[in-house]
């Protein structure tokens, strides 16, 4: 029989919480099993190709678990971002490892001749990776198995949010490691607030910026080193030079994916004023082809996780009409089971200003506002005097109108002419900077912060500085000054 068959499905999986007085006596045994026994190259290919091979064969459990927590959700879209991106990144760790690993020769100077010097990649210890709700599997697993890569044991927190997906995921990784070596943390946020406050060597978290200042409040007295992946308002920006067919299509891909749900998904869109209502009717196109005119069944539109989720946006919602703004949706639906799914259409709001709560905070869910611009300036101008988002998206086929966005803008991530696709790329790193994050994973990126970058530098057995001691007379002042030139 296929081993898929004889898999548990999400109804058969009950999350086993954790008490938080369970949190640190787990924290103890896994640093007393690395410290025992640190991982070496064969073992971390070997966790990473089992982990693979599992997580391959219980694709349809997961994809099964993840539908049921958020409802509904596109199963292509759990397989492309849950599945693949964790698949694909695996296979990075696994060809590049045995050269991350590798010591790098340092230079010392002809003032330490003749000593030489390295730098070792060592492992930290045990990391911590709290994983949110909206990816809830790439999330947890791509940097889980980084930190494995680097050589480190991993005490995962998944989303209370998604718990079906944390039965999975406590499954399949008790399926793949020794409970030494991997733990899962599985409760609510009682146990996020413990989780975040406990010793780790580093500790990574996805979420909310609020969530994050409240995380690294909890690490402080710790020092515990963070990587915080936040979020935040990324905004595209449409020049002029840029096809309004083919904004549209690349917008539409990038915000409706995953429902809007998505960290790095467009937040905003600032195009030049007089194509604003061109840009609506060729977003209006995209949802019909995508979705249909009438979203009753959309099975391929993903819908937002929970009623707290849904009521927030539509809270959005409701301001903007308060204040008399154009609040445009893209496509019918049945308002009584709207409301029992959770669907929220595709829906534009048109030239809020910064007052409007739909532009005060990240929206997460399949809303885009759209601002016309006078001059490219000016678009450049209104990001500048906000936070620095976690990705910036420029439309425009005119190398120097990218280069002109580029050189004053900085975010987290960049994709030219297209959104989300910097994440995907394992060999570019990911993370934002100031609100929408500190630290950064993926690839090389993620083994270095997972590591310590370990300086050693080896004496030989005759060497100049032998001479410099007191006194400092003769020959030894002659060589300090010369030294000192």
Same mark, same amino acid.
């Given at each position: 029989?296929?081993?898929?068959?004889?898999?548990?499905?999400?109804?058969?999986?009950?999350?086993?919480?954790?008490?938080?007085?369970?949190?640190?006596?787990? %924290?103890?045994?896994? #640093?007393?099993?690395?410290? =025992?026994?640190?991982?070496?190259? /064969?073992?971390?290919?070997?966790?990473? *190709? #089992?982990?693979?091979?599992?997580?391959?064969?219980?694709?349809?459990?997961?994809?099964?678990?993840?539908?049921?927590?958020?409802?509904?959700?596109?199963?292509?879209?759990?397989?492309?971002?849950?599945?693949?991106?964790?698949?694909? *990144?695996?296979?990075?760790?696994?060809?590049?490892?045995?050269?991350?690993?590798?010591?790098?020769?340092?230079?010392?100077?002809?003032?330490?001749? &003749? =000593?030489? =010097?390295?730098?070792? @990649?060592?492992?930290?210890?045990?990391?911590?990776?709290?994983?949110?709700?909206?990816?809830?599997?790439?999330?947890? %697993?791509?940097?889980?198995?980084?930190?494995?890569?680097?050589?480190?044991?991993?005490?995962?927190?998944?989303?209370?949010?998604?718990?079906?997906?944390?039965?999975?995921?406590?499954?399949?990784?008790?399926? !793949?490691?020794?409970?030494?070596?991997?733990?899962? /943390?599985?409760?609510?946020?009682?146990?996020? +607030?413990?989780?975040?406050?406990?010793?780790?060597?580093?500790?990574?978290?996805?979420?909310?910026?609020?969530?994050?200042?409240? !995380?690294?409040?909890?690490? +402080?007295?710790?020092?515990?080193?963070?990587?915080?992946?936040?979020?935040?308002?990324?905004?595209?920006?449409?020049?002029?030079?840029?096809?309004?067919?083919?904004?549209?299509?690349?917008?539409?891909?990038?915000?409706?994916?995953?429902?809007?749900?998505?960290?790095?998904?467009?937040?905003?869109? %600032?195009?030049?004023?007089?194509?604003?209502?061109?840009?609506?009717?060729?977003?209006?196109?995209?949802?019909?082809?995508?979705?249909?005119?009438?979203?009753?069944?959309?099975?391929?539109?993903?819908? !937002?996780?929970?009623?707290?989720?849904?009521?927030?946006?539509?809270?959005?919602?409701?301001?903007? #009409?308060?204040?008399?703004?154009?609040?445009?949706?893209?496509?019918?639906?049945?308002?009584?089971?709207?409301?029992?799914?959770?669907?929220?259409?595709?829906?534009? !709001?048109?030239? &809020?200003?910064?007052?409007?709560?739909?532009?005060?905070?990240?929206?997460?869910?399949?809303?885009?506002?759209?601002?016309?611009? +006078?001059?490219?300036?000016?678009?450049?101008?209104?990001?500048?005097?906000?936070?620095?988002? %976690?990705?910036?998206?420029?439309?425009?086929?005119?190398?120097?109108?990218? *280069?002109?966005?580029?050189? #004053?803008?900085?975010?987290?991530?960049?994709?030219?002419?297209?959104?989300?696709?910097?994440?995907?790329?394992?060999?570019?790193?990911?993370?934002?900077?100031?609100?929408?994050?500190?630290?950064?994973?993926?690839? *090389?990126?993620?083994?270095?912060?997972?590591?310590?970058?370990?300086?050693?530098?080896?004496?030989?057995?005759?060497?100049?500085?032998?001479?410099?001691?007191?006194?400092?007379?003769? @020959?030894?002042?002659?060589?300090?000054?010369?030294?000192?030139?």
């Amino acid at each position: 029989m296929d081993a898929q068959t004889t898999a548990a499905t999400p109804t058969d999986l009950t999350p086993a919480d954790i008490r938080p007085a369970e949190l640190q006596p787990t %924290l103890d045994r896994l #640093r007393a099993a690395w410290r =025992a026994s640190k991982p070496d190259h /064969a073992q971390r290919m070997a966790d990473l *190709e #089992r982990l693979k091979t599992v997580f391959r064969r219980r694709m349809t459990e997961m994809e099964a678990a993840v539908r049921a927590d958020f409802g509904h959700r596109s199963e292509h879209e759990t397989l492309l971002a849950d599945g693949m991106t964790v698949l694909t *990144e695996i296979d990075h760790l696994r060809h590049h490892l045995r050269r991350w690993m590798k010591p790098r020769r340092g230079r010392v100077g002809w003032r330490l001749w &003749p =000593a030489r =010097a390295q730098i070792r @990649r060592e492992a930290l210890g045990v990391v911590g990776v709290m994983s949110p709700w909206n990816y809830p599997v790439n999330l947890a %697993l791509v940097p889980l198995a980084t930190a494995i890569a680097a050589g480190n044991h991993v005490y995962l927190k998944p989303s209370e949010h998604t718990p079906r997906t944390s039965a999975f995921l406590q499954s399949l990784l008790a399926e !793949v490691f020794p409970a030494d070596r991997v733990a899962v /943390a599985v409760g609510g946020a009682d146990i996020g +607030a413990a989780f975040a406050g406990l010793p780790f060597d580093h500790l990574l978290f996805t979420g909310s910026t609020a969530v994050g200042r409240k !995380v690294m409040a909890a690490a +402080a007295p710790n020092l515990t080193p963070l990587t915080l992946e936040l979020g935040g308002k990324s905004p595209a920006i449409v020049a002029a030079d840029f096809p309004i067919e083919q904004a549209a299509a690349r917008l539409a891909s990038g915000k409706w994916f995953n429902g809007g749900q998505t960290c790095i998904a467009p937040d905003y869109v %600032l195009i030049d004023a007089g194509r604003r209502d061109a840009l609506v009717a060729a977003l209006r196109e995209q949802v019909h082809a995508r979705y249909g005119a009438d979203m009753r069944d959309a099975p391929h539109f993903t819908r !937002v996780i929970n009623e707290g989720q849904y009521r927030r946006l539509r809270a959005h919602l409701d301001d903007a #009409r308060a204040r008399g703004l154009q609040v445009i949706a893209l496509a019918e639906v049945d308002e009584a089971r709207a409301e029992a799914e959770h669907l929220l259409p595709p829906t534009l !709001v048109l030239d &809020p200003g910064d007052d409007a709560t739909v532009m005060q905070e990240e929206i997460f869910g399949p809303i885009l506002p759209i601002r016309g611009y +006078a001059a490219l300036d000016d678009a450049i101008a209104h990001v500048e005097r906000h936070d620095r988002p %976690l990705a910036l998206y420029p439309f425009s086929h005119d190398s120097y109108t990218v *280069e002109r966005i580029l050189g #004053r803008l900085v975010a987290g991530g960049v994709t030219v002419n297209d959104t989300l696709l910097h994440f995907a790329a394992s060999d570019l790193p990911f993370g934002g900077i100031g609100p929408s994050g500190m630290g950064q994973y993926h690839g *090389e990126a993620g083994f270095d912060t997972f590591t310590k970058a370990m300086p050693v530098l080896w004496q030989a057995r005759w060497s100049a500085t032998d001479m410099l001691k007191p006194p400092y007379t003769g @020959r030894i002042d002659a060589l300090v000054r010369k030294l000192t030139r």
